[in-house]
């Protein structure tokens, strides 16, 4: 049996790497085309010529992922029984991960996963797909977080029974995705159109309670959403400003990922100096 699973994992991922592979960059981009787009540095590692994109931006998102996974391990440590904070611990942690594997796909090592010996670039990798999945789950642990924090009863329940879910059903939707493959059921787009409805009820719920209860900690949770609602809109209004484009046609290079990354970790300072001693299990 153990050799039956272990040839169909192999299976698995040997099929559905190769179904990535099937997917071009659109516009097609070479690896010479691909390297004109964006800034890079060449650096020698042992004997291999290694070609690291986005220096600034990479470096950013690395440094994100560092202080997100340290947050989530910070929930985890002063988590005194709380299961809000535990699920908040889970949900950093992931987001981290997220953040890593985001970082070095999209931006620090693209070339060499999706260019370097081929004739066209890839459009994605294994690295992104993992990406997509560990941000769902981190919204979806963060549901769970809130439910432990801010409801009770049957809508605590509900919201358990949302999240996983959630979880599973994205999952397998992604793994249609790369075996068909479809490639808006892989993308980030699709990413946010799942996240959005635990969002906007984190907005819902926080904002009720706060209204009703005048409670810090429901006070503190709608600043969390407030901010991160902030940080993605700035980002899209910044990736159709043209201003990226500009800067980068005199030579400088700050992108729309740059106004994402920069927003998020505000949002994780604050989350770890404001909310994370604050949060707690409503008992009520």
């Given at each position: ?7 169909l994992?192999?299976f698995?991922?040997?099929t ?10 659109t ?15 060449e650096?020698?590692?042992a004997?291999?010529n290694?070609?690291?994109?986005q ?7 690395y440094f ?8 989530g391990?910070?929930?985890?440590k002063?988590?005194?029984?709380q ?8 949900a ?7 953040a890593?594997l985001?970082?070095t ?11 370097a ?8 990798s294994w ?8 941000s769902v ?5 963060m ?16 919201l ?16 249609i ?9 892989i993308?980030?787009?699709?990413l946010?159109v799942?996240?959005?409805p ?9 904002g009720?309670?706060?209204s009703?209860f005048?409670?810090?900690l ?7 959403w ?12 910044f990736?159709?400003?043209?201003i ?6 005199k030579?400088?290079?700050f992108s729309a990922?740059?106004?994402?990354h920069i927003?998020l970790i505000?949002?994780?300072l ?6 994370a ?8």
């Amino acid at each position: 049996m153990k050799r039956i699973l272990l040839f169909l994992l192999t299976f698995f991922l040997l099929t559905a790497c190769g179904r990535l592979d099937s997917i071009p960059y659109t516009p097609a981009q070479t690896p010479e085309t691909w390297l004109q787009l964006q800034p890079f540095a060449e650096f020698q590692f042992a004997s291999q010529n290694v070609i690291f994109v986005q220096p600034s931006t990479s470096i950013i998102v690395y440094f994100l992922g560092i202080l997100t996974i340290g947050v989530g391990l910070y929930f985890l440590k002063i988590r005194q029984g709380q299961l809000s904070r535990f699920w908040w611990g889970i949900a950093l942690l992931l987001w981290g991960i997220g953040a890593l594997l985001a970082g070095t796909s999209y931006e620090a090592f693209s070339y060499a996963i999706k260019c370097a010996g081929r004739d066209f670039c890839l459009w994605t990798s294994w690295w992104e797909i993992l990406y997509l999945i560990a941000s769902v789950w981190s919204i979806d642990a963060m549901t769970m977080a809130v439910a432990c924090s801010s409801t009770t009863g049957k809508l605590r329940k509900t919201l358990f029974i949302y999240a996983i879910v959630n979880a599973v059903v994205y999952f397998i939707v992604v793994m249609i995705g790369v075996f068909i493959p479809v490639k808006f059921l892989i993308s980030f787009e699709l990413l946010l159109v799942v996240a959005a409805p635990s969002i906007i009820a984190f907005f819902i719920i926080n904002g009720w309670r706060y209204s009703k209860f005048k409670l810090r900690l429901d006070l503190l949770l709608l600043g969390t959403w407030v901010w991160l609602g902030v940080t993605i809109a700035a980002y899209f209004l910044f990736l159709i400003s043209g201003i990226p484009e500009s800067l980068w046609a005199k030579g400088f290079w700050f992108s729309a990922n740059d106004v994402l990354h920069i927003g998020l970790i505000i949002w994780m300072l604050y989350i770890a100096f404001a909310l994370a001693p604050k949060v707690k299990d409503n008992l009520k």
